[in-house]
Nanobody, 121 residues
Framework: QVQLVESGGGLVQAGGSLTLSCAAS????????MGWFRQAPGKEREFVTA?????RTDYADSVKGRFTISRDNAKLYLQMNSLKPEDTAVYSC?????????????????WGQGTQVTVSS
């Protein structure tokens, strides 16, 4: 079955950096759009960034210039720099087949369990 497993979350001070990883198995990784979403307490899940099969990327305005998404073989990455307290959330990776753009979480069929990122001020 399809599995997405995130790692790399933690506690970091404002201005610091973290790199999240998502290991994918059970799906033809190269054919899927991969995305990162986040959900803060009391808020709805929101789009962070996505990357398609050809490497095309899309970023939410709130993270543009600070976050970088990449993919390699069966792994997805999220490099987060200049972190802010408002970036605190549970970050989840997700996969959807083919279609682009890919900002709507309802269009993603597979999800990881999420990893907590906490940015202290």
């Amino acid at each position: 079955q399809v599995q997405l497993v995130e790692s790399g979350g933690g506690l970091v001070q404002a201005g610091g950096s973290l790199t999240l990883s998502c290991a994918a198995s059970g799906l033809p990784f190269s054919s899927y759009v991969m995305g990162w979403f986040r959900q803060a307490p009391g808020k709805e899940r929101e789009f962070v960034t996505a990357i398609n099969w050809s490497g095309r990327t899309d970023y939410a305005d709130s993270v543009k210039g600070r976050f970088t998404i990449s993919r390699d073989n069966a792994k997805l990455y999220l490099q987060m720099n200049s972190l802010k307290p408002e970036d605190t959330a549970v970050y989840s990776c997700a996969a959807r087949y083919s279609m682009w753009p890919a900002r709507n979480p309802l269009d993603y069929g597979y999800w990881g369990q999420g990893t907590q990122v906490t940015v202290s001020s």
